[in-house]
C-alpha cells in the first residue's frame, strides 16, 4: 500500500535492509511489555517494568547480532545508554495508559491464520489480546510513536481492522474493541468494529492482492514517492533517485494470463 516497488524490494528481492534505532527500541518496549505479564499482578509495577529493558537488550541482540551495529561508533556507551533511557520512559508511560494490575490477557504475541473464502490466506502477530468474562475479545496493539492526527487516524486503524478480520474468520467472533496505544504520546485511540467494516476491509485486501498478483506476473512494479521515501534503504535501485533495480528475478507473463492461484502470499 505504501509503495509497490519497496514490496517488490522486500517480499520478492529480500533486500537487506538496515536496523534503525526507533524501529529497535519498539521491538524491545514490545519484548518488555509482553514479559511483564509473566509476574503476578501485584508485581507488575514500572520500577520492575524498567528493570526488565537492559536483559531484553541482551536478548535481542543474541536473536538479531545486526542491531549492535547501530552503536558500532559508540565505543564510551553514551548513545547506547541515552537510547536504553528512552525505551524506559516509554515503559514507564504505559503505567500511566493502562493499568497490568487489572489485566490477565488471553494472548500475548499471538500469530494469527486464516483462509477467505477466495482462498486468499492473512497472517498476523497481534501484540496482545484480552478476552473478558462475558467472551468479548479486545485486540491491542502498542506503538512508541506518537498518535497520528485525526485525518491519519483511518490508516492506523486499517492495522488493527486486518486483525480483527483475520480473528473473525478464523474464531467467528467480530473483537469487541480494537485498541491502539500509543506510548511516544501517551494516548490511547480505540474503535469497535461492525461486521461491514471488516467486509470492506476484506475486499480492499482482495483488490489488493489482485494488484500484487498482476505486478508478479508482468513485472511491473512502480514507485509511489512519498514523504517516506528519504528514509528508504533502497534508494540506489529506485528510479526515482537514479537508481536500477536489480534484475527481476521471477518470470514474466502477460499482463492478462490470469492464470496464477489466487492465495500464495508466499512468492519464494
Known amino acids: 500500500m505504501q509503495c509497490p516497488l519497496l514490496y517488490r524490494f522486500r517480499v520478492i528481492d529480500r533486500l537487506p535492509e538496515k536496523p534503525s534505532e526507533a524501529a529497535t527500541r519498539g521491538t524491545l518496549v514490545h519484548a518488555v511489555l509482553e514479559r511483564l505479564f509473566d509476574a503476578p499482578a501485584a508485581e507488575r509495577t514500572a520500577p520492575r517494568a524498567k528493570a526488565l529493558v537492559p536483559g531484553q537488550w541482551d536478548r535481542l541482540r543474541e536473536s538479531r547480532p545486526e542491531v549492535g551495529e547501530l552503536f558500532a561508533d559508540d565505543p564510551e556507551g553514551a548513545r547506547l545508554a541515552q537510547w536504553l533511557s528512552e525505551a524506559e520512559r516509554l515503559v514507564e508511560r504505559w503505567f500511566t495508559l493502562e493499568d497490568p494490575s487489572r489485566l490477565e490477557p488471553a494472548e500475548r504475541e ?8 477466495s482462498g486468499l490466506r492473512l497472517r498476523g502477530i497481534i501484540d496482545r489480546v484480552d478476552v473478558a468474562p462475558t467472551g468479548e475479545v479486545r485486540i491491542v496493539d502498542y506503538k512508541t510513536g506518537k498518535a497520528p492526527r485525526p485525518q491519519y487516524a483511518e490508516g492506523a486503524l486499517f492495522q488493527m481492522k ?14 469487541r474493541r480494537l485498541q491502539l496505544v500509543y506510548l511516544g504520546s501517551g494516548d490511547v485511540l480505540t474503535y469497535d468494529p461492525v461486521p461491514a467494516d471488516l467486509e470492506r476491509v476484506e475486499r480492499k485486501l482482495l483488490a489488493l492482492w489482485e494488484a500484487i498478483r498482476l505486478a508478479t506476473e508482468t513485472g511491473d512494479w512502480r514507485p509511489r514517492p512519498t514523504k517516506l521515501c528519504g528514509w528508504c534503504d533502497h534508494q540506489a535501485h529506485c528510479p526515482e533517485f537514479g ?4 534484475p527481476y528475478p521471477l518470470p514474466v507473463r502477460a499482463a492478462d494470463s490470469g492464470g496464477a492461484e489466487q492465495g500464495r502470499m508466499g512468492l519464494d
Open 162 to 175: 486486518f486483525y480483527a478480520l483475520v480473528v473473525w474468520r478464523l474464531k467467528k467472533v467480530v473483537p
Open 243 to 246: 537508481g536500477t533495480p536489480p
Open 110 to 117: 499471538l500469530f494469527v491464520e486464516a483462509e477467505l473464502d
